[in-house]
């Protein structure tokens, strides 16, 4: 069962610690009380999302043979203006370099991603517009949306 702790490092500074063992540090704004020495929470949350889809396109990729030069995302996420600021609407961009003739694959490991594997994906769709876009040598090829 995933778990994680969490420790107080003064002022508004956060240390986390996975399960697994591994540390990330939280911090806050300087306009806020924090001296900005770290990632703020609600960033942690787009980095999972984008670590989780990733894995999930990867690995249906590495399946279907189709070899990627390179492969990054661009996450930007809208928070509503009332508390709790909760992210109303995410657009993922997916940007691969690979073979044009690899395009139906790259779609298809997105989708499924998006619609199947995706835990982070699926529970962010409960409260967000999930938008995607999917690149291929820098020419948009396909989009699609989820939750909201």
Sequence with gaps: MPEARVKYQGKMAFEGISGS???VLMDGAP??????????PMETMLVGLGGCTGM???SI??????PL??????IVGHRVDTHPKIYDHITIRYEFQ???AHTDKV?????????KYCSVS?????????????VINGEVVHRLSQGG
């Design 21 to 23: 063992g591994h540390r």
């Design 31 to 40: 306009e806020v009380g924090g001296e900005n020495r770290g990632i703020r």
């Design 56 to 58: 999930d396109v990867v």
């Design 61 to 66: 990729l590495e399946k279907m043979r189709v």
């Design 69 to 74: 030069t390179s492969f990054e995302m661009g």
């Design 98 to 100: 690979t073979d044009v």
């Design 107 to 115: 779609i298809r490991a997105v989708s499924l991603s998006q619609e």
């Design 122 to 134: 699926a529970m962010l769709a409960k409260s967000a517009k999930i938008d995607a876009e999917i």
